[in-house]
């Protein structure tokens, strides 16, 4: 199991937090420290069965300053590549599987 884990969000602290309580061996990947690749970007999403729409963050400030609002597929994975920080978190991938941790419960899904 993996983790891509914000440790000053709350909910992913709190997801974190329902993984180790259940004894799930895990990795934690600090994304904002280590950017996620375009190519890593299409694979969560894949997993996820979303699209880029679904996994970035629309309140942050560079959202709006890049005027993300109607960008395509391709244009939204490029910048949360570019600006790790639009990255919903926390998001748990398992094998073929991944959740986004909102609410953090959400990940029991994939025990």
Same mark, same amino acid.
């Given at each position: 199991?993996?983790?891509?884990?914000?440790?000053?969000?709350? $909910?992913?602290?709190? *997801?974190? !937090?329902? %993984? +180790?309580?259940? /004894?799930?061996?895990?990795?934690?990947? @600090?994304? #904002?420290?280590?950017?996620?690749?375009?190519?890593?970007?299409?694979?969560?999403?894949? $997993?996820?069965?979303? *699209?880029? !729409?679904? %996994? +970035?963050?629309? /309140?942050?400030?560079?959202?709006?300053? @890049?005027? #993300?609002?109607?960008?395509?597929?391709?244009?939204?994975?490029?910048?949360?590549?570019?600006?790790?920080?639009?990255?919903?978190?926390? %998001?748990?991938?398992?094998?073929?599987?991944?959740?986004?941790?909102?609410?953090?419960?959400?990940?029991?899904?994939?025990?």
């Amino acid at each position: 199991m993996q983790i891509f884990h914000n440790p000053r969000c709350s $909910k992913s602290r709190e *997801t974190l !937090n329902i %993984i +180790i309580e259940n /004894n799930i061996k895990h990795n934690i990947n @600090l994304y #904002l420290e280590n950017p996620l690749s375009v190519e890593e970007i299409r694979i969560i999403i894949k $997993k996820l069965d979303t *699209t880029a !729409n679904n %996994i +970035i963050r629309k /309140n942050e400030d560079i959202y709006k300053k @890049l005027n #993300l609002k109607d960008a395509d597929e391709e244009t939204l994975i490029k910048k949360i590549s570019e600006n790790p920080i639009l990255l919903e978190r926390p %998001i748990v991938v398992k094998g073929n599987k991944a959740i986004i941790g909102r609410p953090p419960e959400n990940v029991k899904i994939l025990f």
